[in-house]
């Protein structure tokens, strides 16, 4: 091989390098956080050791978020609930909360029935979608 073609292998590499930083830099971030909880403890619900946010049977659950780097436009996230059903989180409600101009979101979950339950935001105007962490509470 001569130097000319591995200076050429260099160079692309360090060009597909850049350009990965680049992408991973720009890869949208979704938080959520869940206002309101009278207690916290750590239980364990679906076969999953964690820490709870205690919230009133219905009571609304108040929750807001942020997609970083903000979204341009008109853009909405979606909110998912997953309640603990025999040994499996399900999905017991989604909702789409409209976004605002400087990146955040509010909606608000009204826990129906006792159990433990998470929430996780979804920004799908990327691909694939941006998702928050999951909040786990519990309405006893």
Known sequence: MTSRHLSCGVAAAATAAALAV?????????TLN????????????CGIRHHYTFFHIMQ????????????RGTWL?????KKCIRG?????????AKGKADGTFKIAYKPRRAG??????YFYGTRPAA???KQYF???
């Open 22 to 30: 680049t992408a991973s830099a720009a890869a949208p971030s979704v």
């Open 34 to 45: 869940l206002k309101g909880g009278y207690a916290n403890r750590e239980l364990v619900a």
């Open 60 to 71: 609304p659950l108040s929750m807001d978020g942020s997609v970083q780097p903000v979204p």
């Open 77 to 81: 996230a979606k909110v998912k609930v």
């Open 88 to 96: 499996r989180f399900r999905t017991v409600w989604a909702r789409h």
């Open 116 to 121: 433990a339950y998470f929430a996780r935001a």
């Open 131 to 133: 998702r928050s962490d």
């Open 138 to 140: 519990h309405a006893p």
